[in-house]
């Protein structure tokens, strides 16, 4: 596994689901992690399970969708571990589910004002002292819907999508930088939207998603293991080569370890896949 030992990691969305996961991960390999998220009960929960396996941990309260919060929160980074090395934006919401004229108008623009716009605020946050010192790793954690069509769940698709792009734009910008911008597909995964969406019905979900998300309750979906490992990656400098790309957990990424990929390969337009 890539050796993410003594860097400082913030991890947004880091109190339950995915980004709690990473971030119990991240610190049991023996980063310092930064745990922002908006739940005090849940981010109290989190430094303690860390703390007592013997990590380090920070908690942040803060919302993604006020930037003042998130500068705020990387000076904090800075102050007590000495700086960030890696942002792992992890913070989401599923937003509505169902056909687009039977869901909310506020509740559906708050789902894009949180996944994207979130992210990007923590991009906009960790960015300059990364520029700063010439080396920085941001890994976005983009979802189901990114890579195909998702009806009924158009909010939590669309925002998603705008991610790897925005992912693949930030990536160009800032590669003279030294910093790498990536996406991390996580694949379907038991969390809290899988109950959600349980929640919903085959009214307002579909029976597609009913079913694979009854089949993620009973598996638990993709391993957090190798979600784990690919994250870690990402974050390590066994991937400085590799930039502007979206990577699934299922993808024999490996190999990138060791070589370049074609420029088609790994973007939003997946044509193939290895």
């Not at 339950?16 to 109290?44: C, N, P, T, Y």
């Not at 009924?152 to 590669?175: D, G, H």
Request: glycine share 8%.
């Amino acid at each position: 596994m890539a050796s993410i030992k003594g860097k400082n990691v913030l991890i947004t969305g880091a109190s339950r689901g995915i980004g709690k996961r990473l971030a119990l991960g991240f610190a049991a390999a023996g980063a310092r992690v930064g745990l922002l998220a908006r739940s005090q009960a849940e981010l109290d929960l989190a430094k303690l399970e860390i703390e007592q396996a013997g990590g380090s941990a920070l908690r942040i309260r803060a919302d993604v969708r006020d930037i003042e919060h998130l500068s705020a929160a990387v000076e904090r980074m800075r102050a007590v571990f000495g700086g960030m090395d890696v942002l792992i934006a992890a913070a989401g919401v599923q937003g509505p589910i169902g056909r687009l004229l039977r869901t909310k108008p506020k509740a559906w623009n708050e789902a894009l004002e949180i996944n994207l716009i979130g992210t990007v605020n923590s991009c906009r946050a960790a960015l300059p002292p990364m520029i700063e010192k010439r080396s920085g790793k941001i890994i976005l954690v983009s979802g189901a819907g990114s890579l195909t069509a998702r009806p009924n769940f158009s909010a939590y698709s669309a925002s998603k999508t705008a991610i790897v792009r925005f992912a693949e734009c930030l990536a160009e910008e800032v590669r003279d930088d030294n910093v790498q911008v990536n996406c991390f597909a996580p694949g379907n995964t038991y969390t809290h939207m899988t109950d959600e969406i349980l929640h919903a019905g085959e009214e307002l979900a579909g029976r597609k998603e009913i079913e694979e998300a009854e089949r993620v309750r009973v598996t638990g979906g993709a391993a957090p293991e190798k979600q784990l490992q690919l994250a870690m990656f990402l974050a390590s400098d066994s991937s400085n080569h590799i930039s502007g790309k979206l990577i699934h957990v299922n993808d024999d990424w490996k190999r990138l370890a060791q070589e370049n990929m074609k420029a088609e390969l790994y973007t939003l337009r997946r044509v193939q896949k290895i």
